[in-house]
């Protein structure tokens, strides 16, 4: 087996890969949230003076990567890679948000696990010495991915109780082999998993399964306790999907329910903000690591984290045509 | 995963977790606005009829009418507000198709007057129109022969 690689989903980084800066910018109701707090800038309008949603989404893209160009003290010619991804058709808000930026870039995409998997590869990127700094970024736009993906804004419909919100946010960390933050440790790559679920409105059922297989397959590939991680976080499984990822471990022998949370629970206001199951999107744990979670690692106030961000990878062609949603989640290990 | 749950059994262990719509809500909610649109559209009958509006006319007016104010409504960011609430109750209405034609419009302004607003005007209309027109023409074919 290739030296790295340490099981069948899992590679352990060697060199250090660090998270020298994170930056998140979130839409205003993802600013009205419990989180707000944590966010480096909060928009005032979904439109932030663009005359489209893709438009402003892209202008989320753009305006957090150079925050976190900023932050880390660098110059774009100090970025060897931009790899990064959305959710509108063809990653036009990452193809269109970085077009000036002339850094070399890769495009991904992993429907809302893309902020885990672009810190994977940008991880491994590193590791293997083909870059000394890679920054790692994805957004979603609530108004955009409605327009994609549902209906009108303006339609009058009513939301069935298991839909979540999508976030209005774009977050981006800057990896660098150099410097100070928390370490990534190791990488568990999920398995695209189809538990053959089909109601596009229920998307937290449909990606529990693929959290709790990435995340057995991170410990039995690691060895790793899960007492060792303070917080052992999902996605956007919301509030429906995180309770059945938490039983489906629980049933497969591993419990964690104490140090378990999800970014699509966490980022709203459930009882007050009207969103259902909770937040959703590319956007939502990319902005809860970039604020939240860096954050809580610069103090110490969270030392050891599983970061597993969950992907449903539909079309509105695949639900149309009836086929149910497969799913993936990717974990990444982050240390101080 | 596929140790403890098949597909067939995890469906059904989500439909047994899921929340549930609350139906007797969402009913008193659509019967009440849905009520109230109607009684709205009586309301303009009545007063054009006492105008002298020839019965008529005063029904086609009242539709005319109503669809402007789904419309206006739509445009001023209100009636997805409405629908909301309301579900059903401001969807079946003539306002509320007013309301599947102008939402698209708006959205999809975007991509230009062709291929954004005279393109996708009727996504979400058109399956209603199709299969409202076809099914009239079927039983007016219908009534036709029946006469014989």
């Known amino acids: 087996m290739a030296e790295k690689r340490i099981g069948r989903q899992t590679i352990k980084i060697q060199n250090p890969v660090r998270i020298v800066s994170a930056a998140g910018i979130v839409g205003p109701k993802e600013g009205q949230g419990p989180l707000r707090h944590y966010f480096d800038e909060i928009i005032e309008d979904e439109l932030w003076g663009e005359k489209s949603w893709e438009k402003a989404e892209s202008k989320l893209q753009r305006e957090t990567f150079a925050k976190a160009l900023n932050k880390a003290g660098m110059s774009t010619g100090e970025v060897d890679y931009v790899i990064a991804g959305d959710l509108l058709n063809q990653c036009i808000a990452s193809n269109f948000g970085l077009r000036e930026s002339m850094i070399p870039f890769f495009g991904v995409f992993g429907a809302c696990s893309t902020m885990a998997e672009s810190m994977s590869l940008g991880s491994m990127i590193i590791d293997g010495g083909f870059a000394d700094n890679v920054a790692c970024l994805t957004s979603s736009h609530f108004c955009a991915a409605e327009k994609q993906f549902r209906f009108p804004l303006e339609l009058g419909s009513q939301r069935p109780p298991t839909s979540q919100w999508t976030v209005t946010g774009s977050g981006c960390v800057m990896l660098s082999n150099k410097g100070t933050g928390p370490c990534i440790t190791h990488v568990t790559t999920g398995k695209i998993i189809d538990m053959g679920i089909k109601d596009a409105n229920n998307m937290g059922s449909a990606m529990a399964p693929a959290a709790a297989d990435t995340i057995i397959g991170h410990f039995y590939d690691t060895g790793i306790a899960p007492e060792s991680y303070d917080l052992i976080i999902t996605g956007d499984l919301g509030r429906l999907g995180k309770n059945i990822c938490d039983e489906l471990l629980r049933r497969q022998g591993l419990e964690i329910s104490d140090r378990y949370n999800d970014c699509g629970a966490m980022i709203f206001d459930m009882e007050r903000q009207d969103i259902h199951c909770g937040g959703s999107g590319c956007g939502c744990s990319a902005v809860v690591l970039a604020g939240f979670i860096y954050q809580k690692m610069q103090k110490g106030e969270l030392k050891n984290v599983l970061f597993v961000a969950t992907g449903a990878l539909l079309s509105p062609t695949s639900t149309q045509q009836g086929e149910s949603i497969p799913c993936i989640a990717h974990a990444v290990s982050i240390r101080i | ?148």
Do not use: H
């Open chain 2, 1 to 148: 995963m596929k140790a403890i749950f098949t597909k067939d059994e995890y469906v059904r262990y989500v439909e047994q977790k899921a929340p549930k719509s609350k139906v007797m809500k969402n009913i008193l909610r659509a019967f009440l606005v849905g009520g109230v649109i109607c009684a709205g559209g009586q309301l303009i009958t009545n007063w054009l009829k006492a105008r002298g509006v020839p019965a008529e006319n005063a029904a086609n007016l009242t539709a005319l009418i109503l669809v402007c104010v789904g419309a206006l409504f739509t445009g001023l960011n209100i009636y997805d507000e409405i629908g909301r609430f309301a579900g059903a109750g401001s969807i079946v209405p003539i306002t509320g198709f007013a309301n599947s034609i102008v939402s698209p419009a708006m959205e999809f302004r975007s991509e230009g007057f062709i291929t954004g607003v005279g393109a996708r005007m009727f996504v979400i209309a058109g399956p209603v129109l199709v299969y409202g027109i076809s099914a009239s023409v079927i039983a007016g074919i219908i009534y036709y022969l029946l006469r014989f």
